[in-house]
């Protein structure tokens, strides 16, 4: 007797073994027809496979979160079936899902391209229809092996000697043709559905290893839906349109060069909305009560050795000899800050101590990972270090969490979560601190009243972490802010205060940063207002433009009064028709456009023309330059 026991309680009891869709098929056909997947005590199964003991059973549908990754896997397997198929001779590797869709790798030796995109896509399609179902088969090893082989199918058989012995051989048939799989799959190809698209090529080294074979990557997505297909298709494009790396050369913001791989120029009007992005940051962390400091780049190898550093980022770090002595740029700042804290004897009562700085750090990241400036090699922090007592963590943790989310919303970012990172399998201190340490950001982040969700095994080596994650105008996700909770550190590199007791005890260290870096920062910020900024942050803010010559000094005056009002304005008095320049600009995605001509001039007034806008609005100097002042005014800085 087999008992299911299912996830509202009840109990359905069977003769023998079972299988999840027969339980389906036994509650409703119309459950057995939604149903795509099962969870058996917590795993995922096929919906055919045998369950001969007792077991808790639910099964997955197109609406569950699950049933996206089983989607895109079982694509992947439709993709490789396709190719061989069109292409015989190709060898496929491996083919997993990923964020929103998935890839597979194939050998071969001519060159796929992007026309062929829509013959496989048909020859997918047509798997679809024959509605072949995927069957598990468990094989001996040396078999499956002989099989791969005998296909000539290599990068298979090697997959198969290098599981582990203890690993079950599973193979998963649709019609003819198999592949090596783990699974679960969907109960036949035609249950995936035809919203599905190939997106483009790329190289990769087979296993990751650029000594291996270089092979040929197909990236696709897939959807349940039509509709959720033609969503993310939008997406993308409105992602294209919104690309820093292009707006950053249309509004001459910054540029990279391979001279500098991993860094950025910034051009003047970069640099000015660098600056005023720092400036509020730093009126913030004022208000917040923080102390600003610097520390050096260059520090001795002993002190990343003592910090733990060495060990865990060495292949990140860049590292320089002079005189004997080997040096590392700084990948982070938590070791020096530890260091000006060390600086004198610090009493209870200087606690809590908010140390921020606008730190510059170097890490080595391999050149396939660099992104614009989204990766790079050179960048800042916006980093602060708060060295407390125990009691003080759940507090702090709570006025930091107040303060991250009125900086997001300023930046306008409305929509934030929280993801709460444990202990990696990788890691510094003992189980106990650990456990103290999680058991301390737990409470916090409760106390904060902020929801939260589990992200296992991805906290920094030293301690557990909050990470923030915003949602930006067109739904991604960037992951910017973080808040750790840190009992090794201060033991590590012998951080100490006087309690109230008269003796040495150690501080906690909470970690935490709000933008992350100011180069990622600055290109979410360009993507999520493509490029059209509130006037606050606008790193041009106004143009005056002239209709004609004559207006030419009157232009020169308007812009040095906005000028005096602390606006950063410029004047455009070209030899060019008025649209022209109001188009060239709006290019820019400059947000104001004074247009002045000899009318204008007469009676001191300008014709205001807003980005994106058709109709312009004529208004007094006076009242204009008013106006814009106060739209200019920094968030939470009244006197700005």
């Known amino acids: 007797m087999v008992a299911i026991t299912l996830p509202d309680g009840s109990v359905r009891k069977y003769d023998g073994s079972v299988s999840a869709l027969k339980v389906a098929e036994d509650i409703g056909p119309g459950l057995a027809k939604a149903a795509l997947l099962a969870r058996v005590d917590g795993q995922q199964w096929d919906l055919t496979r045998p369950i001969e003991t007792d077991a808790e059973l639910a099964l997955i549908t197109a609406k569950d979160e699950d049933a996206y990754e089983l989607l895109r896997h079982d694509c992947a397997h439709v993709l490789a079936q396709a190719v061989q198929e069109l292409f015989p001779g190709t060898q496929v590797t491996i083919g997993p899902a990923i964020e929103n869709g998935f890839y597979y790798d194939f050998a071969r030796e001519e060159a796929f391209s992007t026309e062929d995109f829509e013959k496989i896509e048909k020859r997918m399609a047509d798997i679809v229809d024959r ?30 000697r290098d599981l582990p012995m203890t690993e079950v051989v599973t193979l998963y048939r649709q019609g003819d043709w198999v592949d090596l799989c783990r699974g679960p799959h969907l109960p036949s190809t035609g249950k995936l559905g035809k919203h599905f698209k190939l997106m483009k090529l790329a190289g990769a080294y ?13 990236y696709g997505t897939c959807w349940p839906s039509k509709k959720e297909l033609d969503a993310y298709l939008h997406m993308l494009e409105e992602a294209e349109k919104r690309d820093h790396r292009r707006l950053g ?13 991993g860094s950025v120029f910034w051009h003047p009007k970069g640099w000015h909305l660098w600056q005023t992005l720092e400036t509020y940051m730093r009126n913030r962390l004022d208000e917040g009560g923080y102390e600003e400091v610097r520390t050096p780049q260059l520090v001795d190898r002993s002190l990343w050795e003592k910090s733990g550093h060495w060990e865990k980022f060495r292949e990140a770090m860049f590292v320089s000899e002079a005189e004997d002595r080997i040096y590392a740029l700084k990948p982070m700042n938590c070791p020096c800050h530890v260091q000006i804290f060390r600086q004198g004897l610090k ?27 989204m990766r790079v090699r050179a960048f800042t922090q916006d980093d602060a270090h708060i060295f407390c007592t125990e009691d003080q963590i759940t507090s702090e943790t709570k006025v930091f969490c107040d303060l991250l989310i009125s900086i997001y919303k300023d930046l306008g970012f409305e929509e934030v979560h929280v993801r709460f990172s444990d202990r990696p399998e990788v890691r510094a201190g003992s189980d106990a601190i650990w456990d103290k340490a999680e058991d301390a950001l737990r409470e916090a982040i409760e106390a904060a009243g902020l929801p939260y969700t589990m992200n296992p095994g991805e906290g920094a080596f030293y301690g557990p972490k909050l990470e923030f994650v915003l949602r930006d105008a067109i739904g991604r996700e960037w992951q910017c802010g973080t808040h750790q909770v840190d009992f090794v550190l201060p033991e590590r590199l012998d951080a100490s205060y006087i309690g109230e007791d008269g003796e040495k005890h150690r501080p906690v260290m909470l970690h935490r940063a709000i933008l992350g870096s100011f180069e990622r920062f600055i290109g979410i910020l360009i993507e999520q207002y493509a490029g059209k900024f509130p006037l606050w942050l606008a790193p041009q803010q106004i143009v005056v433009a002239t209709i004609t010559s004559e207006a030419d000094d009157y232009a020169q005056e308007v812009t040095t009064i906005l000028r005096k009002a602390g606006l950063r304005a410029e004047v455009d008095v070209r030899n060019e028709k008025i649209n022209y320049k109001v188009r060239e600009h709006s290019v820019k995605k400059v947000p104001v456009i004074l247009v002045v001509g000899a009318r204008e001039g007469e009676g001191r007034t300008v014709a205001m023309r807003r980005l994106g806008g058709k109709a312009q609005e004529v208004l007094a100097l006076d009242e204009a330059v008013r106006k814009l002042t106060d739209e200019a005014r920094m968030p939470g800085n009244p006197a700005a």
Request: glycine share 6%.
């Open 249 to 261: 050369r249309e509004m001459d913001l910054f540029h990279q060069q391979e001279e500098a791989q």
């Open 347 to 373: 009493s209870y009562r200087d606690l809590p101590l908010r140390m921020a700085e606008f730190g510059a750090c170097h890490r080595n990241e391999p050149s396939g990972a660099l992104h614009g400036i």
């Open 206 to 218: 087979w296993r990751g290893n650029s000594d291996n074979a270089m092979l040929q990557r197909i």
């Open 131 to 160: 509605d072949l179902p995927f069957v598990r088969e468990v094989w001996d090893r040396d078999d499956a092996v002989k099989l791969f082989e005998e296909k000539g199918e290599t990068y298979k058989a090697e997959l198969i």
